[in-house]
């Protein structure tokens, strides 16, 4: 919803269960068979597609899985009618805009307008909120860079570097506009994490720049941030929060934007 990839929270959250992570591979997968429809298989001459990988990986989704979906998505097969839309909702002085991915527009909007009426919320017309968020490119950029092994057919390993260092480096780097950082937990406990924001034409050149630069990408993808954010109580909160966690436990919603502080 804001902050962090969503996708790398996912791969560094503890107890994620099977059926979840089983859930999301199958939107990921979606995603890329898409992606790969619409622009072709090849990642470097398709950056839709490669951002659509970028998050596969971000959560360890196996090569095989991805493979797979590249090949649905260019094997020419006329039953594959996969598109995207996007919805825009209010819940009191919450914006949701919700995107998905679908093969039948009329039983997505129908499961969406179910869902928000469940939680006291409603649809608003295309622009009714879409035009508080702007989309920009997001880098996840773990604290860490490149070692190259010594010896042929060793793997590269990665060494820690300051934060704070980095944010400096990273700052002067054309295209960067904002640095955020914060903590993240995996299994060895917790890591630091760059975001790092620029405009969304500008997200390829700086990803490939940083990861020329040695460092650590742990993912890259187009988000929408919300201009103006709005404070609610905590029991307003956890409304939305049920609500997002259930609009996107349906398998044809994708991502899910809000504007709640």
Request: aromatic fraction near 6%.
């Amino acid at each position: 919803m804001s902050g962090h990839s969503k996708w790398a929270k996912i791969k560094h959250q503890k107890g994620v269960n099977d059926a979840k992570r089983g859930m999301i591979f199958t939107k990921l997968a979606k995603n890329i068979t898409l992606a790969a429809k619409e622009g072709g298989g090849d990642t470097d001459m398709n950056f839709t597609l490669r951002l659509a990988v970028s998050k596969a990986k971000a959560v360890n989704m196996p090569a095989d899985n991805i493979e797979r979906a590249i090949k649905k998505g260019t094997g020419g097969d006329s039953k594959l009618v996969f598109q995207r839309v996007s919805y825009e909702a209010r819940v009191g002085s919450v914006s949701i805009i919700v995107d998905c991915q679908t093969d039948n527009v009329n039983r997505t909007v129908s499961e969406v307008k179910r869902i928000l009426e469940a939680y006291g919320g409603k649809m608003v017309a295309p622009g009714g909120v879409s035009w508080n968020f702007e989309e920009r490119g997001l880098v996840n950029v773990i604290c860490q860079k490149v070692v190259k092994a010594n010896k042929f057919g060793a793997n590269d390993s990665y060494q820690a570097v300051n934060p704070e260092d980095l944010e400096l480096i990273l700052m002067e780097v054309a295209g960067v506009e904002d640095i955020k950082g914060s903590f993240m937990e995996n299994e060895d406990g917790r890591i630091y994490v760059l975001e790092v924001y620029v405009s969304k034409n500008n997200l390829k050149n700086v990803s490939l720049e940083i990861e020329k630069m040695g460092y650590k990408v742990e993912s890259f993808e187009l988000v929408k941030i919300a201009k103006e954010k709005v404070k609610v109580n905590e029991d307003e909160k956890n409304k939305i929060e049920k609500l997002i966690e259930t609009l996107e436990e349906n398998d044809d919603v994708n991502e899910t934007w809000i504007n709640m502080e």
